[in-house]
């Protein structure tokens, strides 16, 4: 059974730092790798999509990698905002025959001050 | 714009008494699932469809139903409610071609069963 981990559980930096989120996870056979960002009471944003084949995909200020034989995806921001903070959400889909289901790791709560 | 739909966005309900609440997408796409979120155990996957009339359980089905009687429509079905069924549920869509299985969430709903 496929589990996600994320460390840490929450994060508090200030403005301008750069800064790295971690996911793990347990089966290496997996689709994809999928970032989210959730806001307070609100629903999920997709940040990056990265393939099973892909070892990096860049939005922006966002940049996540994958190293499948590892297990393990990291999300890099830099040059943090105060309106980067939210929940961060780590989601891998292992078989895309169930219909795309996606695992979740529990997520990052990031705090960043001004 | 492309988007996913849910409705209602808040519910406060009676054990027992039935409700829907309705997903509904408009960028064609063929695989639609349920999530819901509770604090500590992340988000899980309900149900889940990969197209008209074919649907499936996930992994925390009891106590939901789901239909799929056309492909933007994806209702979540709770024929009799009961407390541990508060939570929040996201609704998400996504297509086994291109963008390689990105998935698009709703805005959630958040329901109370008393």
């Known amino acids: 059974k496929q589990e996600v981990t994320q460390i840490p559980a929450a994060l508090s930096v200030p403005e301008g730092e750069n800064l790295v989120l971690n996911c793990s996870f347990t089966?290496?056979?997996?689709?994809?790798l999928q970032w989210f960002r959730q806001d307070p009471g609100k629903g999920l944003t997709s940040l990056l999509l990265i393939q099973s084949s892909q070892r990096e995909q860049t939005s922006g200020r966002l940049n996540a990698s994958l190293d499948k034989s590892s297990g393990r995806s990291t999300l890099y921001i830099a040059a943090s905002q105060p309106g980067d903070s939210a929940t961060y959400l780590c989601a891998v889909s292992s078989n895309p025959e169930y219909g795309n289901k996606l695992v979740f790791g529990a997520g990052t709560i990031l705090r960043v001050k001004s | 714009e492309a988007q996913v739909t849910q409705n209602p966005r808040y519910l406060i309900t009676v054990t027992g008494k039935k409700l829907t609440v309705t997903c509904s997408q408009n960028?064609?796409?063929?695989?639609m699932s349920w999530y819901r979120q509770d604090p500590g155990l992340g988000l899980r996957q309900i149900y889940y469809?990969?197209?008209?009339?074919?649907?499936d359980k996930g992994d925390v089905p009891e106590g939901y139903k789901v239909s799929r009687k056309e492909k933007r429509n994806f209702p979540l079905i709770l024929e009799s409610p009961s407390p541990n069924q508060t939570s929040l549920y996201f609704c998400a869509s996504s297509s086994p071609r291109g963008p390689y299985g990105t998935q698009y969430f709703g805005p959630g709903t958040r329901l109370l069963v008393l």
């Open positions: 469809s990969m197209n008209v009339e074919v649907t």
């Open positions: 089966d290496s056979a997996i689709y994809n």
């Open positions: 960028m064609n796409h063929e695989y």
